[in-house]
Nanobody, 122 residues
Framework: QVQLVESGGGLVQAGGSLRLSCTAS???????MGWFRQAPGKEREFVAA????????SYADSVQGRFTISRDNAKRTVYLQMNTLKPEDTAVYYC????????????????WGQGTQVTVSS
């Protein structure tokens, strides 16, 4: 069993930055990790994923070039650096653990965090 706890959400003006963190506890941190988001009235969507080693990453087209996913395996933590934020980035952001980045991108997730709210004002 793996528990995921997100932090770092908040309110920011358009053009600003935030860094989300997700810390894992439990048996192992050898999963690929990812971030999803869900805006009000919309389905949850894939944002970014990173391999267990940190050597491979994938991004949704909507965040490519603005968001960066990284991980520190010694701290059992994955990060999402979000720059040049837009009002349409407003959502609850969820941390996820899965087998590979490809399975995460297909929404085949083994574990979910509880989510953290990100609100971008115009």
């Amino acid at each position: 069993q793996v528990q995921l706890v997100e932090s770092g959400g908040g309110l920011v003006q358009a053009g600003g930055s935030l860094r989300l963190s997700c810390t894992a506890s439990g048996r192992t941190f050898s999963y690929a990790m990812g971030w999803f988001r869900q805006a009000p009235g919309k389905e949850r969507e894939f944002v970014a994923a990173i391999s267990s080693s940190g050597g491979g990453t994938s991004y949704a087209d909507s965040v490519q070039g603005r968001f960066t996913i990284s991980r520190d395996n010694a701290k059992r933590t994955v990060y999402l650096q979000m720059n040049t934020l837009k009002p349409e980035d407003t959502a609850v952001y969820y941390c996820a653990a899965g087998t590979t980045t490809q399975t995460i991108m297909k929404n085949w997730v083994n574990y979910w965090g509880q989510g953290t709210q990100v609100t971008v004002s115009s």
